[in-house]
């Protein structure tokens, strides 16, 4: 019998995993993937949201608030890539500009600081890229970006090294029971006993919240295309550039990465099915031409990848977090859209303080806050990366050409706690093929390096879950 189960690893559920080890809980969380950041969390546009656009008084606009406020010193204590970058939100008539005003106006009440509406010919100071059509700006400098693959594995790591147990590939279908007794069943015929449940499934969230409360929820799939460019557009903007919102959410953007790319995106489509994060011809041009209105010379012909995700979005609107009125012991984390990313930490925060109020769980005297990340050869310093081949010989080993990553990076990856075994598992904790190539040279080694340190064959290895297969049956000759 678990204290608490946990469904789900994406960002929420991961952070809520960490805050929930401070104290002493039994703690396991179930993911259907074979990873963390398999779901809504493993596509997104990487924003720290300045928290203007929620509506004051909503769990958005809250959580929102006080998730932007912890991002700098989490970054500190769990060693992620995050910059605060500012943000614009720009328009082009004097429709737009009374649209701005509003959103300050609501930004202050929420408790943004330091918002200012300005000019075009000011925002183009700023950001000279920008469209000559730009006639005023919301300028937030409490904007920021982060990498949202190694925020959800700094806290999932984090979690783990606190006493959280993490069990991918299970998928749970079906929930049971009442507090203090629920059965948790499997697709592989495993059940798990638990006194509590929190239900961080994104899309899902919605089906297992159905099963155990008559007060049901509904959550829409809300599909968003982007387009990846290559490093080489680094500096193209410095800025998050965002157009005025509509009731579909904040429209496309233009902003870099943690990382040097350029991202744009994304489209905002409601659809039925849960698993549709197919990208299409329709939808990428819509990104060009939208991202075109707010950034003259938008270097497409750098484009190197474009992926599909999807943002849970509940009919009410809001972020769900709660215990279910009518299922004492259940609780929810649902509806996690946008600002979700930049919620999770203060949507952590409040789901542990929520079960805290239930169990009294004494706090946990050896809790571990902080945790290093896996040393990265391409940012570091010669003096860093001779250090660290002297430690390590594997970090001489250049695996990834595009993105600098070495052998060294890799089997840290695959050996760490909630470690990868999937390439997209490699690649999200150290960006082994996300460069120009996306992975077109360093597969055949990534392979052979994951067979070796985890022990299985080659024709096990998968990109990211059950079909994703790269070999099947056939003769495989190792380059490395």
Known sequence: MMDVIVIGAGVTGCAIARELSRRERSILVLERGLDVCEGTSKANSGIVHAG????????????????????????????????????????????????????????????????AVISGEE???????????????????????????LLTVAFAENAAVNGAEFRFGTEVTKISGKEGAFTVETADGTAFQA?????????????????????????????????????????????????????????????????????????SVDIEDKEGVNTTAEGLADVVEKAGLSAEDLPTRQVIT???????????????????????????????????????????????????????????????????????????????????VAENPLYANVICRCELVTEGEIVDAINRPVGATTLDGVKRRVRAGMGRCQAGFCT???????????????????????????LDGGKFESTH
């Open 123 to 149: 925002a183009r100071a700023k950001e000279p890229k920008l469209s000559a059509g730009v006639t005023c700006a919301l300028f937030c400098p409490t904007g920021g970006i982060v990498d949202p693959f």
């Open 52 to 115: 203007h656009d929620a509506k004051p008084g909503t769990m958005k606009a809250r959580m929102n608030i006080e998730g932007s406020r912890m991002m700098e010193a989490l970054s500190r204590e769990l060693d992620f890539p995050y910059r605060r970058n500012t943000s614009l939100v720009i328009g082009f008539n004097e429709e737009d500009r009374h649209t701005l005003e509003e959103l300050k106006a609501q930004g202050e009440v929420n408790g943004v600081e330091g918002l």
């Open 195 to 267: 006194k509590r449940i929190v239900n961080a499934a994104g899309v899902y969230a919605d089906v297992f919240h159905n099963m155990v409360s008559a007060q049901h929820i509904h959550i829409t799939a809300r599909k968003g295309e982007y387009l990846l460019m290559d490093k080489k557009t680094k500096g193209f903007v410095n800025a998050t550039i965002f157009q005025c919102p509509t009731k579909m959410g904040k429209g496309v953007l233009v902003t870099p990465t943690c990382h040097g790319n350029l991202l744009i995106g994304p489209t």
């Open 306 to 388: 474009s992926f599909a995700g999807l943002r849970a979005h509940e009919d009410g609107g809001d972020f769900i977090v709660a215990e279910a009125a009518d299922c004492p012991g259940f609780f929810d984390a649902a509806g996690i859209e946008s600002p979700g990313l930049t919620s999770a930490p203060a949507i952590a925060k409040y789901m542990a303080e929520l079960i805290t109020e239930k169990d009294k769980a004494p706090e946990k005297t050896g809790f571990k806050a902080e945790r290093k990340g896996i040393p990265c050869m391409a940012e570091a310093t010669p003096e860093e990366r001779k250090a660290l």
């Open 444 to 470: 055949p080694k990534q392979m052979d390096i994951l067979a070796r340190e985890t022990g299985r064959d080659l024709q096990d290895i998968v990109k990211s879950g059950s079909g994703s297969q790269l």
